[in-house]
């Protein structure tokens, strides 16, 4: 049973940062794709960034240079580290999971490409 469970979330002031970790269980941590995605309030899911457990490769929707996804493959676990924290940043965190070779990397903004996801956890940056 493959699972991933998000945390770190929490409230913090604009300008504030924050990381998020996905630490993943029940399957073979290589050659997998983890990406985090939100959802704002009363807004559809997006994608946030996406990273290769097995090469390193990183992507980001937007944010770069605020948001940086990282891996510690020894842990299992997918980071977000959130600098420069703006309001509109607010959101339902959420990260997912896919075998890196069922897609093209193109496709790693589409969420129905991912077969697994954890619960969400919530940011909330205040102005």
């Known amino acids: 049973q493959v699972q991933l469970v998000e945390s770190g979330g929490g409230s913090v002031q604009a300008g504030g940062s924050l990381r998020l970790s996905c630490a993943a269980s029940g399957w073979s941590w290589h050659s997998n794709l983890v990406a985090w995605f939100r959802q704002p309030p009363g807004k559809g899911r997006e994608a946030v960034a996406a990273?290769?457990?097995?090469?390193?490769?990183t992507y980001y929707a937007f944010g770069e240079g605020r948001f940086t996804i990282a891996r510690d493959n020894a842990k299992d676990t997918v980071y977000l580290q959130m600098n420069s924290l703006e309001p509109e940043d607010t959101a339902l965190y959420f990260c997912a999971a896919r075998a890196s070779y069922t897609y093209a990397s193109s496709a790693w903004l589409d969420p129905t490409t991912y077969n697994y996801w954890g619960q969400g956890t919530q940011v909330t940056v205040s102005s």
């Open positions: 990273i290769y457990t097995g090469s390193g490769a």
